[in-house]
């Protein structure tokens, strides 16, 4: 008897026929995209080509014009927002933190809003997002004009971990901060991917990002979407796609690559 294959896993989330236009203007035109559990996946494309459009229409922060998101199955756009928050983690572009905020109160803000959790166990919870988040303990009580560009960066994990979500969005983790700390950012991600189980959708044109840690990446062009792995992506003959895998800044990120693998 032939033994049978195992059905592949349904995936945590599916794009379906996405289009979004901006009055004539079609950024999106049938894109579909489905997003493995457990894995780490890039987002990147050139300017113009609807990253932070994509990235809103799959948290559900923007209705597409035509076709779904699925999350675990479920439409993305009929789910209250306290289901969404305890499924979904955002960390928005620049960190995003609440100014007038602790680093403590930003990281229990999503537990005020969307459960009934006493004061002294958020108090708990957020210790343990800025544990796991690498940022010492007396960060907790320091404002975010207090800290340091990758500080603010980690600081935003911990909200984005605050009610252990089981898929996190990161919007341009690495922009804006030094090698040192845009490494240290990348290991961190890592990290939680393998410790947690977390799936992470990454939008970056940080090609270190892509190459050294996504399993996957998904380039937008043509208002459409390419998902394929690094290695077959950089022998892609598509004209933007080989500039960008190929272009002048690829090459540090490529030796990157081959440090991470062991090569």
Same mark, same amino acid.
């Given at each position: 008897m032939t033994a049978r294959k195992a059905a592949p896993a349904e995936p945590i989330l599916s794009a379906r026929a996405i289009v979004n236009r901006f009055g004539k203007q079609v950024v999106h035109d049938k894109l579909s995209l489905d997003i493995q559990r457990?894995?780490?996946?890039?987002?990147?494309?050139?300017?113009?080509?609807?990253?932070?459009?994509? =990235?809103?229409? =799959?948290?559900?922060?923007?209705?597409?014009?035509?076709?779904?998101?699925? =999350?675990?199955?479920?439409?993305?756009?009929?789910?209250?927002? %306290?289901?969404?928050?305890?499924q979904i983690g955002v960390l928005f572009q620049q960190g995003a933190l609440?100014?007038?905020?602790?680093?403590?109160?930003?990281?229990?803000?999503?537990?005020?809003?969307?459960? %009934?959790?006493?004061?002294?166990?958020?108090?708990?919870? %957020?210790?343990m997002k800025l544990a796991l988040s690498g940022l010492p303990?007396?960060?907790?009580?320091?404002?975010?004009s207090a800290l340091s560009g990758g500080m603010v960066k980690r600081a935003a994990f911990a909200r984005a971990l605050a009610l252990d979500p089981k898929i996190l969005f990161l919007d341009e983790p690495t922009s804006n901060l030094d090698p040192i700390a845009a490494s240290?950012?990348? %290991?961190l991600i890592r990290s939680l991917n393998e410790s947690l189980g977390i799936t992470v959708v990454i939008v970056t044109h940080d090609l270190t990002t892509l190459l050294t840690i996504c399993d996957r990446?998904?380039? =937008?062009?043509?208002r459409n979407v390419t998902v394929d792995t690094a290695d077959r992506l950089v022998k892609s003959g598509h004209p933007?796609?080989?500039?960008?895998?190929?272009?002048?800044?690829a090459d540090g990120a490529m030796k990157a690559r081959k440090a991470s693998h062991g090569n």
């Amino acid at each position: 008897m032939t033994a049978r294959k195992a059905a592949p896993a349904e995936p945590i989330l599916s794009a379906r026929a996405i289009v979004n236009r901006f009055g004539k203007q079609v950024v999106h035109d049938k894109l579909s995209l489905d997003i493995q559990r457990g894995e780490i996946i890039g987002i990147a494309g050139g300017s113009g080509s609807g990253k932070s459009v994509l =990235l809103k229409t =799959l948290v559900g922060l923007r209705k597409p014009d035509a076709g779904e998101v699925l =999350l675990n199955g479920e439409a993305v756009g009929s789910m209250s927002a %306290a289901d969404k928050a305890s499924q979904i983690g955002v960390l928005f572009q620049q960190g995003a933190l609440f100014s007038s905020l602790s680093v403590a109160q930003n990281i229990m803000l999503p537990m005020r809003e969307h459960t %009934a959790l006493p004061d002294g166990e958020q108090q708990e919870i %957020a210790a343990m997002k800025l544990a796991l988040s690498g940022l010492p303990a007396d960060a907790g009580i320091k404002f975010p004009s207090a800290l340091s560009g990758g500080m603010v960066k980690r600081a935003a994990f911990a909200r984005a971990l605050a009610l252990d979500p089981k898929i996190l969005f990161l919007d341009e983790p690495t922009s804006n901060l030094d090698p040192i700390a845009a490494s240290g950012i990348d %290991a961190l991600i890592r990290s939680l991917n393998e410790s947690l189980g977390i799936t992470v959708v990454i939008v970056t044109h940080d090609l270190t990002t892509l190459l050294t840690i996504c399993d996957r990446i998904a380039v =937008l062009v043509d208002r459409n979407v390419t998902v394929d792995t690094a290695d077959r992506l950089v022998k892609s003959g598509h004209p933007w796609i080989h500039e960008f895998f190929h272009g002048p800044r690829a090459d540090g990120a490529m030796k990157a690559r081959k440090a991470s693998h062991g090569n």
